[in-house]
């Protein structure tokens, strides 16, 4: 089956402006909050209809495209990843960022075809901020290339991370320790509270490494093309290779600092997407 992946990337945009618009108006409104795995995994009604209005206009054009989405697998969709195209997509990543109206929220969303991704778009419609990317074909913030950062060591490197949705003691207990572990060797530490957008300031070399346990496919699709196409790495925490399902990301500017990281940290292995 043939896919027309630049049909498929212009469409696409057109989709994630509109969705981003409703993000735009209703990020400083009030806002009726759940929560889903536990206390601090929010969810509101505008991530649920941004999901459906990007599924919805994706099923119309493309009736045989699969997805992968937060809200759908939340409400008990089956996560399936073949090699169909499937999309695969954060309605809004940094829910609880949109929920108390910080600025840092972004949709994120990935084709993949084959197992292999071929578009990546990370949009922060508040600070009017578009990440993009296409396999082969270099990464874009608002239509300028951008390219992460020369570090290749941890001692000059600013890493981004997150405590993440969970408060699994086991999990906390692991972070804080790597907290310990970065803070003595590396150059400093900062949370977006994104995951999208942490990986993001990778790609565009204001940050060097991004980590992170316990993040779903949604969270890190469309960034690991970001980052790669910015000239970037994306591995397993541990040192091997990256696996979209396996929720453990570690991407960097080089290889070098990826491993060096791998290397020294403490490893936590969720259950996989
Ligand atoms: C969240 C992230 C956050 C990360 C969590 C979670 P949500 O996504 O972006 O930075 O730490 O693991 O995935 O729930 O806001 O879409």
Redesign the pocket.
């Known amino acids: 089956m043939f896919t027309n992946i630049d049909e498929c990337y212009i469409e696409i945009l057109r989709l994630v402006k509109q969705a981003g618009s409703i993000i735009n108006e209703k990020i400083h409104q009030h806002k009726d909050v759940l929560t889903?795995s536990c206390d601090v995994?929010?969810?509101t009604e505008w991530?649920q209809k941004v999901e459906k209005l990007l599924i919805n206009g994706i099923s119309s054009k493309y009736p045989d495209h699969k997805f992968i989405g937060?809200e759908s697998t939340a409400m008990g969709e089956k996560i399936e990843l073949t090699n169909a195209p499937t999309w695969i997509i954060?309605?809004?990543?940094?829910?609880?960022?949109?929920v108390h109206g910080l600025p840092h929220?972004c949709i994120?969303i990935a084709l993949l075809i084959n197992k292999t991704t071929e578009i990546g778009i990370i949009y922060n419609p508040v600070l009017e901020q578009l990440f993009t990317a296409r396999k082969g074909q270099g990464a874009f913030l608002n239509g300028a290339p951008i390219h992460v950062s020369d570090k290749k060591e941890l001692r000059n490197s600013l890493i981004m991370l997150?405590?993440?949705?969970?408060r699994d003691p086991e999990k906390l207990e692991v972070i804080l320790q790597n907290i310990r572990i970065l803070t003595e060797r590396a150059h400093g530490l900062r949370?977006?509270?994104?995951?999208?957008?942490?990986m993001c300031m990778v790609a565009l070399g204001g940050a060097d490494v991004y980590i992170?346990f316990?993040?779903?496919a949604?969270?890190i699709a469309a960034g690991d093309l970001i980052i790669r196409e910015a000239g970037g790495v994306s591995i397993d925490p541990a040192g091997g290779p990256f696996d979209v399902m396996s929720r453990r990301a570690l991407c960097a500017s080089s290889i070098e600092v990826a491993q060096e990281m791998a290397k020294i940290l403490i490893q936590y292995y969720p259950e996989r997407d």
């Open positions: 889903k995994d929010l969810v991530d937060e954060d309605p809004i990543d940094g829910t609880m960022n949109f929220t994120s997150e405590m993440g949705t969970s949370a977006l509270g994104s995951a999208a957008l942490n992170e316990g993040i779903h949604w969270d």
